[in-house]
């Protein structure tokens, strides 16, 4: 996560980051959102170069995260097939906005967390529970076996 942050991000990388979708999942995507009308699965995968089944995984990939929508049209003989358009950009954004807004107040809270369970351990250590390696030792660190701060005190004195 933090090579995340500190790398140079643009705006197809939100689709990486915020949905996991692969390059391929962005190319489809790409190519919705500059398209005129809805495509079929066999338009996008011409496209885009792949396989149908490759292109239709790329599909239902963009259409869990919501950045597309499917609509069946139906034939007047019977039967239907399915096109599929880019979301309107807006609502792409508030939904990542949301998710960053959730993400956001969960680390907060998980940090939250994080500070009350160390804190307590610190705590405990020092009113009379047993000792951690983290904690300091009074007998070590001086000679006489007194407190460093303490013998520091006195030979500023002397």
């Not at 599909?59 to 499917?70: D, N, V, Y």
């Not at 807006?90 to 994080?114: C, H, P, S």
């Not at 705590?123 to 983290?134: I, M």
Request: aromatic fraction near 8%; charge should be negative.
């Amino acid at each position: 996560m933090s090579e995340q942050l500190r790398q140079d991000m643009q705006c197809e990388s939100l689709l990486e980051c915020f949905h996991g979708l692969k390059r391929l999942d962005k190319q489809c995507f790409r190519v919705l959102t500059q398209s005129e009308e809805p495509l079929t699965v066999d338009e996008i995968a011409e496209i885009v170069n792949r396989e149908r089944s490759t292109a239709y995984r790329s599909i239902q990939r963009l259409l869990q995260a919501g950045f597309i929508q499917k609509e069946q049209i139906n034939y007047d003989q019977g039967g239907y097939y399915h096109v599929y358009s880019a979301t309107n950009p807006d609502e792409i954004a508030n939904g990542m906005q949301r998710l960053l807004n959730d993400w956001y107040a969960k680390m907060g809270q998980l940090i939250r967390e994080f500070e009350e369970k160390y804190a307590e351990t610190k705590n405990k250590g020092t009113q009379s529970g047993p000792r951690s390696e983290f904690d300091s030792d009074p007998n070590h660190g001086s000679e006489s076996g007194s407190d460093p701060q303490t013998e520091s005190e006195v030979t500023a004195e002397q």
